[in-house]
């Protein structure tokens, strides 16, 4: 009895000592937190990679701004296909526009991840660092970039991601300040870009000065456009192709008269629920002949002739 | 327990009645974990080199906000068995208010929220409450040795209403209708049931250029009108028609839900049958589809032709028209009545079985989505995605098949 009686009081002395922590109700997700991420330079460039992807979408921006010119017509399936890019043709846009909203979101999205990076810019060192962050610099300007041309004033947020909650009080920024910001982060993205990447699709120097340069030409900086342009024709590693019939080939990607140039790919496409995430270039089968793709951006024929002319001028010239 | 009172103790009449109610709060644990927390699982894929490089980004839109969702539950009810028990009866009232109800809703994408792999947040986005009563009543009888039925039948109202939305703007949207359409159908408002869809008011066809030319404007649709396109509603009376005059145009949520349940023994006969009925609920019709050589829904036959053809359906063209922006033409009464399940069996005789060393053998012939009395002009007008805003829209789900089974079963 007496023992029994101290087996107890040794189960309860062993428990109470033995009370535990709250680490139990700690758990953490199974995807990284994205406040502990940037712990190796690996990291850096996988994310790095993230705001790159987001280049891919600006096809969209591309097959607009053509069907908003008078060289082409909306296209489709009928006068009603996408109303959002029939408008547009139309010029009777108004503000609800799927298309509109979707350049709006992902170049967006592009701004949010070069953020992302540049928010932790100094959380650990590593030999390329410098070249990373200028690579991201420069994808936060030509994301800034388009928006300005599309929407003129815009959120303007550096170096942090908006927060949920957040993006109430995020007003819009006079676009002249944003085209200070895009100045800020070409010049820095000049200094530390180097004028050959050893992978093909990453911005050089070359791409910041053009990028650059035409910031300027936006802003009528005639001066300032004419001298950076200068030094990138001067200095760059960058010729004419000999032939330009070849110039557009798809032989002829990335050739010596190319500064800069979105990658592609033609082994991943996507759904029409996320055209954003295809590694292909979605123009390809919006803007191709009907029964093959879905035949938007049509081009009228004052444009096919001219570009015949232009095409014999060029031939007689040479 | 009132049967159990003096005055109702020796009854003939109630066997047995019961007054029932309880008040409960629950969470929700259907939700997805970690939603507070902003982690690396969205998708940054790019092209170096010509060859896919796999990179890394953030996910769906962290809340730090976030909060349990909170069910109060009140429940008042009536539970009695009258008649030798041949009757049972239920009857209860409901009111449930949902605090906090968890959803994911659009924001703003300067957030990013339109990344690949990455998506809007889940919010507490109102209070909803749900209101209705639940009535059921089942009738046995075993008339002869020979004859035995059994009948039960229910009915629930629901009255859905959106007492608050904690987003600033006063609702939230979501669903999809059309290709590419900028407005979503439907929203979550207050005073409106949730998922109400949103949108134009029709009121008819233009049967001539005159009266064309006598209505406001609506190019901002898409298009000019012309004869034979849909004329719709200057609701908020601007002289022009936009989509400042979309208004609330259906819910797909039914007032009454009913359900029957009949099963008859005659002899070694035996038969069974459940039907279910909707009534009150909208649904969207949204897959025409207006390309060249796409086959056409068969009311395109009643399509507008020429003055006084008819006041209902546009005409059919491949021009530009406004007749596909989203409007109460395609809201229609989802109201239907099936009969979900039909069954005849025959069961033999077991001392014959007995001899060739069988306990039992029954043959059956069941069929399923027997037969659906509706006015729906699509499909299935159970289709839907199941949303809570953007439910009830029928982007031309495949139907549900009618099935036949003839079965046998056999005990040794």
Redesign the interface.
Known sequence: MKNLKYTYLLILAVLVTMSCSDDFVDVK???????D?FNSEA?Y????????????STYLNVMLGEIASDNTKAGG???????????ID?M?H?P????L??I???M??????AN?ILEFKDKINFDDKENVLAQARFLRAYYYFELVKWFGDV?L?VDK?????E??D?DRTPKALVYAQMEIDLLSAIDNLPAVQT????VTKGAAQALLGKVYLYQDKFIEAASVLGTLIETGPYDLVTDYDTLFENDNENNIESVFEV???D??GAGFG?L??S?GNVAVGFNGVRNYSVHFLNPVLVLISQHKKFMMLLKQMI | MISDEAFLEDSSIVNFLKLRSSFGILGNDRIDEFKFVSTINGEGVYVFDDEIVVGSATGPIANPEIQWEEQRTFDIGLETRLLNNKINLTVDYFNRTTENLLLNVEASRILGNAAPGAGPPTVNAGTVRNKGLEFQIGYIENITDDLKFNVSYNFTTLDNEVLEVNNGIGYEVGGVFGIGQANRPSRMEVGQPIGVFYGLQTNGVFQSQAEVDAHPSQLALGANAQPGDLRFVDVNKDGVLNEEDRTFIGSPIPEVTMGLNLAVDYKNFDFQTYFFASIGNDIVRNYDRNDRITNKTIYALERWTGPGSTNTNPRVTTGATANGVFSDYFVEDGSFLRAQNMQLGYTFNEEKLNNIGLRNIRLYLSVSNVFTLTEYRGFDPTSSNGAPIGGGIDPGFYPNPRTFLLGTNVKF
Do not use: K
């Open positions: 997700p199974l995807n990284e937190n994205s406040e991420y990291e460039q996988e994310a790095l990679i993230g705001a790159y992807d987001l280049l891919q399936e009928s006068a009603n296909d996408v109303p959002g890019i029939q408008q139309d009777i108004t609800s526009n799927a298309q909203r979707d709006w979101g992902w967006f999205a592009g701004v949010s991840r992302y959120p947020v991601r908006i927060l949920f909650g993006q109430f995020v992978e093909t699709g990453r990658q592609y790919i082994t991943e996320c954003q995430c590694e």
